[in-house]
């Protein structure tokens, strides 16, 4: 079973479209997090979500809207799509508490905005 | 901003152990060191984390000086499989997890 599965893996789609993102895990988890990796192939952490709750934005343009609507889901929908917003979205999970406990990443969305 | 510091990129033959550090220098007392690596485009996967001690698993090891300033992550017998981003990150369970540029280890035939 995946832990972390992100639908689509591809996308290609046209400037101005609107489009979602899908993720969920199956781990019990209570935190999700969307990350992007542009062709710097740098990971940049876009929001994060704790019990359906947004705790992180970092300073993502609002055309980007994560939406959680339980705990093992997390989708980003993108209104009108920029050329810029081409990259690699990777959906992520993790559970808060104490001691350390490691993130698990889906396999990642491939947006490419022609 | 990462709280850690990598070198961009090392090389290691096939077969023998690759040694990655890491400085993590203001790392605070609650902080785990952690570690993933990304193959080519692959989503980030999780391989070890510590606070205090050294550790073991099936993927690696993982050496934290006594300080807690710097760690080492050692892959005891590199397969051309191993050839991958890796990142060391510092955090609590309470916070994100943020990526630098990590190390490109290649592992050579």
């Known amino acids: 079973d995946t832990a972390v599965s992100q639908t689509p893996k591809y996308l290609v789609t046209q400037m101005g479209n609107d489009k979602s993102i899908k993720c969920e895990q199956n781990?019990?988890?209570?935190?999700m997090y969307w990350y992007k990796q542009d062709s710097k192939k740098f990971l940049k952490i876009m929001f994060s979500y704790n019990n359906k709750e947004l705790i992180i934005n970092e300073t993502v343009p609002n055309r980007f809207s994560p939406k959680s609507p339980d705990k093992a889901h997390l989708n980003l929908h993108i209104n009108s799509l920029e050329l810029g917003d081409s990259a690699v979205y990777f959906c992520a999970s993790s559970l808060k508490g104490q001691g350390g406990t490691e993130a698990f990443f889906g396999q990642g969305t491939r947006l490419t905005v022609v | 901003d990462a709280k850690t510091t990598q070198p961009p990129s090392m090389d290691c033959a096939e077969g023998r152990a690759a040694n990655l550090p890491c400085n993590h220098s203001t790392i605070s007392g609650n902080e785990y060191v952690y570690w993933y690596r990304q193959i080519h485009s692959q989503g980030p996967q999780y391989i070890i984390h510590g606070l205090k001690n050294n550790e073991t698993n099936e993927m690696a090891s993982l050496i934290i000086t006594e300080d807690r300033k710097s760690s080492t992550l050692i892959l005891p017998h590199a397969t051309l499989r191993d050839t991958a981003v890796y990142y060391c990150i510092v955090r609590t369970s309470y916070d994100k997890v943020i990526f630098g540029p990590g190390t490109s280890l290649s592992v050579i035939p």
């Open positions: 781990l019990g988890h209570d935190t």
